[in-house]
């Protein structure tokens, strides 16, 4: 086995974590944060190389890329992250029962989090900024796009853990190589848990073959209805947020739904996607409704694969719905359950909607850019859990928590 070596360190590693005061890891926190502005210059190097090599016109091509301003944004997540309450040692209930014993059950960290993932070179100092927070050592296997990027913050990483004393091997980054995956999904004994990040084949994949225990996050098929009582002007700018601000990220807007009875206002509702070159893929009543007003070179008819389609390009699905029962029949049908929309001005209406769709986040007159760690006040986060058992939705700190009992007895026996 490749990753033997790499195991073993990391679970002795783990175990010095529960020592660690918040005061020591919120300076470690700090002191990373200022290392990553510091070293952006040598970073942006790296991921330049990783970019190379890569076509602009990738889809991943965006989740890539790393800026000043992305490198600022991330060190920024840290500096959040060091400001929110440690989740550790919460006594989560207490009780004293009858015969005098006192039971608490306390938050503590899971132990080592492996995570899988694409080209998100973000993904690894986030993960390692939550992870360190709630008291766990991290397992990362990023994949071969972002290898340069990868390899140069995790340097950064153990060097800020050795000028601050602190076990350097608490992170490991496994080699970039398919067959490693393999390892890690069969790291029982070593790994606690395993996160998957990337696209629905990966997760797939991870959640089928791991004998590690997984956190499934979904890939994001998203939708948003256009309700007979919604208000063009809300809904022309949110459309134009959920599905342009970044096309590449889970909660990208990818199929809009719209009333039958407001076709009349779809030129308008769309109008913006044009100046950011969106595509659209029209059912036939939607298509004659836009047919005069959008492009031609962006306009094409729908078909049964436009739509249950993650995009994460210029691309969006237009279909018409008659009421709300189909349109909720529709997302019922093609979520992966991460972020689901109504634009509506029907307070009842809205209040359904929020009772029948089955999504990790649901949201009412408002972008589905929002379904974010950060933007939730979290922190950052690990990912976005779209199953229901541990966690849903944004995983940040609290999310990478279990908890123990504590049983305190003075010569308790059980007769």
Not at 359 to 381: K, M, R
Request: net charge negative; hydrophobic share 35%; with cysteine.
């Amino acid at each position: 086995m490749i990753c033997t070596e790499q195991f073993h360190k990391v679970k002795d590693a783990s175990r010095t974590m529960c020592l660690l005061s918040s005061e020591t890891i919120n300076n470690l926190l700090e002191q990373l944060a200022k290392s990553l502005r510091e070293g952006t210059e040598q970073i942006l190097e790296a991921n330049q190389k990783d970019l190379e090599r890569m076509s602009e016109y990738d889809p991943k091509y965006d989740r890539l890329l790393l800026s000043h301003e992305r490198i600022k944004g991330i060190a920024d997540d840290i500096e959040n992250t060091i400001q929110l309450a440690s989740p550790l040692g919460k006594i989560l209930s207490e009780k004293t029962l009858e015969n005098g014993l006192l039971i608490k059950k306390v938050s503590v960290p899971l132990g080592t989090v492996g995570v899988i993932y694409e080209a998100r070179p973000n993904v690894t100092l986030d993960v390692f900024a939550l992870c360190f927070k709630s008291g766990n050592a991290c397992v990362l296997k990023g994949g071969s796009d972002a290898e340069n990027s990868n390899k140069v913050l995790v340097a950064l990483i153990k060097k800020t853990l050795t000028d601050n004393h602190l076990n350097p091997d608490i992170i490991q980054l496994l080699p970039s190589a398919r067959e490693v995956a393999v390892e890690l999904m069969n790291a029982v004994g070593f790994v606690d848990v395993l996160i998957p990040r990337g696209s629905q084949n990966l997760i797939n994949t991870v959640r089928q073959n791991s004998k590690v225990p997984v956190i499934e996050t979904g890939a994001g098929i998203v939708h948003t209805y256009f309700d007979k009582d919604g208000d063009l002007q809300k809904g022309k700018q949110i459309i134009f947020n959920a599905k342009t601000r970044r096309v590449s990220v889970c909660n990208a807007l990818d199929c809009l739904l719209i009333h039958k009875s407001r076709l009349a206002d779809l030129p308008e509702l769309v109008s913006k996607l044009q100046n950011k070159n969106v595509e659209i893929f029209a059912d036939e009543e939607a298509y004659h409704a836009i047919e005069n007003t959008y492009p031609k070179d962006l306009l094409k008819k729908a078909d049964e694969s436009s739509f249950g389609t993650e995009f994460l390009s210029h691309k969006i699905s237009i279909k018409t719905v008659s009421d709300f029962q189909e349109a909720t029949d529709h997302i019922y049908r093609y979520s992966s359950k991460h972020s689901e929309a109504i634009i509506s001005e029907n307070s009842k209406t809205i209040s359904d909607f929020y009772s029948v769709v089955d999504a990790a986040a649901i949201y009412s007159n408002t972008s589905t850019a929002f379904t974010d760690g950060a933007q939730f006040g979290l922190g950052a986060e690990i990912g976005i859990s779209t199953q229901k058992l541990h966690a849903r939705g944004p995983m940040a700190l609290e999310e990478l928590c279990s908890y123990k009992w504590l049983i305190t007895g003075d010569g308790h026996i059980r007769e």
